[in-house]
Nanobody, 122 residues
Framework: QVQLVESGGGLVQAGDSLRLSCAAS????????MGWFRQAPGKEREFVAA????????YYADSVKGRFTISRDNAANTVYLEMNSLTPADSTVYYC???????????????WGQGTQVTVSS
């Protein structure tokens, strides 16, 4: 019951920063926990970060902890992923998702965006 659209992806150099945005439409955005996932060709969708409905609880995959920051602005119906110290290993398609709890499993999320491409050159 919520529609999500990612933006902000692009081509950057290793060590650079990038901010992804996920804009939601609908009347229930603030009721959802939000997550960011990424999926490389031939691989399973990978958990990146999640945030509770209030924004007080944030969670990160070990591979991005200390480099990425998830945040949300419920008044703007938007969730963000600030990515710092990017490496070529971060290159893939990033998806945002909405669900009842900020967990790492993709199966817990019921709504997904179309994805935005991030490419990090060396």
């Amino acid at each position: 019951q919520v529609q999500l659209v990612e933006s902000g992806g692009g081509l950057v150099q290793a060590g650079d920063s990038l901010r992804l945005s996920c804009a939601a439409s609908g009347r229930t955005f603030s009721n959802y926990a939000m997550g960011w996932f990424r999926q490389a060709p031939g691989k399973e969708r990978e958990f990146v970060a999640a945030i509770s409905w209030s924004g007080a609880g944030t969670y990160y995959a070990d591979s991005v902890k200390g480099r990425f920051t998830i945040s949300r602005d419920n008044a703007a119906n938007t969730v963000y992923l600030e990515m710092n110290s990017l490496t070529p290993a971060d290159s893939t398609v990033y998806y945002c998702a909405a669900g009842p709890r900020p967990v790492h499993s993709s199966f817990a999320y019921g709504s997904w965006g179309q994805g935005t491409q991030v490419t990090v050159s060396s």
